[in-house]
């Protein structure tokens, strides 16, 4: 029996079949993942995703620990709500985790990932010697994802009055509060939608109300299609502790400057880009059938050998895609070993699909 | 609790096999099967004329989560495979027992039957198995 969220009994409810994820029972469908994918695609659905980890930063040197604990620099968060990605290293620049911050009116809100969380919480507890700051976990609140092209007009008829006008405030990658709930406009299937973090007693009524508007529930297969699609890292399959955000697709996330800001990993990153970062994360697309899948071997004619590391069919596309880890000198097509056979695919620059459509050339 | 008719023969392994007043035998995977799985996209099946054994692979079934080799339970000439499964892979999710059967053998050995499980020890099986 793994932990439950407040939704648990609805989830099943609602046909949810419920499966293991990183030590939560969840849902992985309601019965269809494809079905539950496309509407996300062409309409909206909601994902129950209360087994994120929830932290909230306070203290004098808030901001100051955040820029020794973070490869990106929160003094980018100029305003309240404002949200910013980024990697939490550990001293030979591998990735301990991958996370958002949120500057908050009295500090920051860090949300983390379900499986990660017990070492995350325990580093940021390790780093935090010298610094002024408290640490306070989160765990009564419940995290709602209302993902696709209607998810904003649907949230908002739910929500009509002060929370349905924040929302309507709201820029890409912001948070902001009202009446105790936090409304975020981030996602992780590339469409527009909405991230609800609010108190758990309230999780249950507020998703039969976003149900009773049309909101499809959906299941966390889908949400790993769509963030696929979208070409979306997921943490403990494009990066973990063994690699650096600069193998990860994830240098945008570092902030070099200003020289001066010594954050765990910097001496690594640094010296790895010395020498030269020898691989890459690509987009393979197999067009012909057959599904790529995580862990399978990777042929570079001439170059080397790489891996898979996320691979799925596309549901909107038809074919299967995947992310994959190559030496830095592949070119635009490569083999994959699949069932013991050779099969040549076409390496892209994810993503692969932006609000519904194809993307990649 | 999945579907899993009285008159028809079982692989462990999840497929069934159905044979028809004329003799002959229709391959397909379960409803217990199917439901594992999750959505099938691809199902890659013998050519028709190709001699297949009992026990031996046939085909593959790729779905989201998952690709599965489909055994099959008796030897024999293929005389037919669904085509309508390159167009609608999601009969075998739909209609595991009807329409989203695989493939058709001509038999060349009866007691291939005999070593299948029926309906009740099939389902003992699945049971064990989410156990």
Redesign the interface.
Known sequence: MGNKTALYDTHVACGGKIVDFGGWDMPIHYGSQLEEHHIVRQASGMFDVSHMTIVDLAGDDAKRYLQYLLANDVDKLKDVGKALYTGMLNEKGGVIDDLIVYKMPEGYRLVVNCGTREKDLAWMEKQASGFDIVLTERPELAMLAIQGPDAIAKAKEVLAGEKADVISTLKVFQGLESGGWMLCRTGYTGEDGLEIILPEESAVSFWQQLQTAGVKPCGLGARDTLRLEAGMNLYGSEMDEDTSPLQANMAWTIAWQPEDRKFIGRAALEAEKTDGVKTKLVGLVLEERGVLRGHQKVIVEGVGEGEITSGTFSPTLGYSIAIARVPMETGDSCSVEMRKKLQTVKVVTPPFVRNGARVYK | MSNIPGELKYLSSHEWVRVEADGTATIGITDHAQDLL??V??V?LPEVGAEINAGEEAG?V?S????SDIFSPVSGEVLAINEALEESP?LV?NEPYEDGWFFKVKLTDESDLESLLDAEAYSAACEDEDH
């Open positions: 999750g959505d996209v691809f890659e593959v790729e989201v989560k998952a690709a999601d999710n």
